[in-house]
Nanobody, 126 residues
Framework: QVQVAESGGGLVQAGGSLRLSCTAS????????MGWFRQAPGKEREFVAG????????VYADSVKGRFTISRDNAKNTVYLQMNSLKPEDTAVYYC???????????????????WGQGTQVTVSS
C-alpha cells in the first residue's frame, strides 16, 4: 500500500500562483497513475488533474484547463500541481491520489484511485 502526502497549500491573492507537491512512499511510485482532486466547502470532491505513470499523458477538468499543470518526477516519487491565475473559486482542500492499479492510461474517476492524502488547504482571496 502506498502512502501519499500533500504539501504547498496556502493563502494567495486572486491571479497568483501556488505549486502543490505530493510525495509517495511505501510502494513503487512509477507504474501508477496519479491524480489531484479538490473539495470546496459544501461541495462534493471533484477531479482536477491526472497524469499517467510515464508522464506525457495528462487530463484536466475544464475549470482548470490552461491554468493548472500536473507533472511528476518518478525519481523523486513526487507529483506536482502548478496552479497559475488562481481564482477565488479554486479555494478548496486539494487531495493527491495514487492509482489503484497499474493502469496504462491516465485516470480521472475517484474509483480508480486507492490511496489518498490528508489534503492541503488552498485559499484564494479576491
Amino acid at each position: 500500500q502506498v502512502q501519499v502526502a500533500e504539501s504547498g497549500g496556502g493563502l494567495v491573492q486572486a491571479g497568483g500562483s501556488l505549486r502543490l507537491s505530493c510525495t509517495a512512499s511505501g510502494r513503487t511510485f512509477s507504474g501508477y497513475p496519479m491524480g489531484w482532486f479538490r473539495q470546496a466547502p459544501g461541495k462534493e470532491r471533484e477531479f482536477v488533474a491526472g497524469i499517467n505513470w510515464t508522464g506525457p499523458t495528462t487530463v484536466y477538468a475544464d475549470s482548470v484547463k490552461g491554468r493548472f499543470t500536473i507533472s511528476r518526477d518518478n525519481a523523486k516519487n513526487t507529483v506536482y500541481l502548478q496552479m497559475n491565475s488562481l481564482k477565488p473559486e479554486d479555494t478548496a482542500v486539494y487531495y493527491c491520489a495514487s492509482g489503484r492499479w497499474r493502469y496504462a492510461s491516465v485516470r480521472y474517476r475517484e474509483a480508480d484511485f486507492g490511496s489518498w492524502g490528508q489534503g492541503t488547504q488552498v485559499t484564494v482571496s479576491s
